[in-house]
């Protein structure tokens, strides 16, 4: 159950984000941006955490394709 509410959840964000941007996905994030934004989610600021989530959908797409 928990399983199909994440699948549902994460098609939804990356339906969305196709239909926002006019392109697949954001690009990747840099090492450099991402040990910033990584640094700054430790520190409990949710824009970071989502930055890290967002420039991370293909990844997460990649996954979900093989499973």
């Known amino acids: 159950m928990?399983?199909?509410s994440v699948w549902l959840m994460l098609s939804s964000m990356?339906?969305?984000l196709r239909?926002?941007?006019g392109s697949s996905f954001p690009k990747p994030l840099t090492l450099e941006e991402e040990r910033y934004y990584?640094?700054?989610s430790a520190a409990g600021d949710l824009?970071?955490?989502?930055?890290l989530i967002e420039r991370n959908l293909r990844l997460v797409?990649?996954?979900?394709?093989?499973?």
């Open 19 to 21: 239909l926002s941007s």
């Open 47 to 51: 824009d970071a955490r989502n930055v």
């Open 61 to 67: 797409a990649h996954i979900m394709n093989k499973g």
């Open 2 to 4: 928990l399983c199909a």
């Open 14 to 16: 990356l339906y969305s």
């Open 38 to 40: 990584l640094e700054k």
